[in-house]
C-alpha cells in the first residue's frame, strides 16, 4: 500500500471512530444515568510505526472508553427513582445476560417484579426483585422495605477499571471481561433521585467541528496525493 494512502488512512479510520462516539454521545445527552465514551487510539508515531513496513493498517484500531464520571442529580420524589452516590452500578438481568446500570427510573409490573425502564429485571441476591406493591422505601445501603420488613437488598457491584465496561445501550453496560469487586465500599444509594447523562453537548459539539475540519485536511492531502500521481503519469506519457 503506498505510504501516503496508508498513513492517511490511518487518521481517518481514528477520526471516524471519534465522529462514532461524539454522535453517540449526543443522542443520549437525555439518557439517565448514560456514561460518555471516548475514542482512544495509540499515539501517532506507534501506530505509524506499524503502518509504514508493511502497510497494515489494523493497528489503527480505536479502544472505546467509558467517562465513569458521576452526572447531575435530579429530584423527582419517586420512592423508586434510584441513584448511587459513587462509584457502584445496578445488577440487571437482560436477555443477554447479566448487565451494569447507572439507570435507576425503575417500575414495577403488575406481577410485581420491579424492571428497568426497557422491561429488564432488577436483580437482588442473584436473582429478581418482585414487591407486594409501589409503596416501598429504599435504604442508602440499597435494602427495600415494606414499612419495617426488610424485603431485599438490591445487587450494587462496584469494578477496579469502571472506564473499561462496554457501552451496549440503553444505559447499560457489559463488564468486558471483569469481575465484579467482592467488597462494595462508598456507594451509597439515593431514592427519590436520578442520575442525569454526564455529557456535555457544547464538549461534544466542539470535538465534531474539530474532527469535521481534520477530515477536511485528510481529503486534502489525498487529492493533492492523486493530483501528483496523475501530472506524473501524463508526464511519463510524453516519452
Given at each position: 500500500?503506498?505510504?501516503?494512502?496508508?498513513?492517511?488512512?490511518?487518521?481517518?479510520?481514528?477520526?471516524?471512530?471519534?465522529?462514532?462516539?461524539?454522535?453517540?454521545?449526543?443522542?443520549?445527552?437525555?439518557?439517565?444515568?448514560?456514561?460518555?465514551?471516548?475514542?482512544?487510539?495509540?499515539?501517532?508515531?506507534?501506530?505509524?510505526?506499524?503502518?509504514?513496513?508493511?502497510?497494515?493498517?489494523?493497528?489503527?484500531?480505536?479502544?472505546?472508553?467509558?467517562d465513569p464520571?458521576?452526572?447531575?442529580?435530579?429530584?423527582?420524589?419517586?420512592?423508586?427513582?434510584?441513584?448511587?452516590?459513587?462509584?457502584?452500578?445496578?445488577?440487571?438481568?437482560?436477555?443477554?445476560?447479566?448487565?451494569?446500570?447507572?439507570?435507576?427510573?425503575f417500575a414495577v409490573e403488575a406481577s410485581g417484579r420491579l424492571v428497568t425502564a426497557a422491561g429488564d429485571a432488577v436483580l437482588a441476591g442473584g436473582g429478581d426483585v418482585v414487591l407486594p406493591g409501589t409503596a416501598v422505601t429504599v435504604d442508602r445501603d440499597g435494602k427495600i422495605f415494606d414499612g419495617d420488613r426488610q424485603l431485599t437488598q438490591l445487587d450494587i457491584v462496584q469494578f477496579a477499571d469502571p472506564g473499561r465496561l462496554q457501552y451496549v445501550g440503553g444505559g447499560l453496560f457489559d463488564a468486558a471481561g471483569q469481575a465484579p469487586l467482592a467488597t462494595v465500599t462508598a456507594t451509597r444509594v439515593r431514592s427519590g433521585a436520578l442520575e442525569a447523562s454526564n455529557v456535555q453537548p457544547a464538549h461534544e459539539m466542539i470535538g465534531l467541528l474539530e474532527v469535521s475540519r481534520e477530515v477536511q485536511l485528510t481529503r486534502s492531502v489525498l487529492t493533492a496525493r492523486d493530483e501528483m500521481l496523475d501530472s506524473a503519469a501524463n508526464t511519463l506519457a510524453q516519452f
Open positions: 500500500m503506498d505510504s501516503v494512502f496508508a498513513v492517511t488512512r490511518v487518521g481517518l479510520l481514528a477520526d471516524f471512530a471519534r465522529l462514532a462516539t461524539q454522535s453517540l454521545n449526543l443522542s443520549n445527552v437525555d439518557t439517565v444515568g448514560y456514561k460518555r465514551q471516548l475514542a482512544v487510539t495509540s499515539s501517532f508515531d506507534a501506530r505509524l510505526d506499524n503502518v509504514l513496513p508493511s502497510g497494515d493498517t489494523s493497528m489503527a484500531a480505536t479502544t472505546t472508553l467509558t464520571r458521576a452526572g447531575a442529580l435530579k429530584q423527582t420524589g419517586r420512592p423508586l427513582d434510584l441513584s448511587l452516590d459513587g462509584d457502584g452500578f445496578f445488577g440487571v438481568r437482560t436477555a443477554s445476560g447479566i448487565r451494569y446500570t447507572r439507570r435507576g427510573d
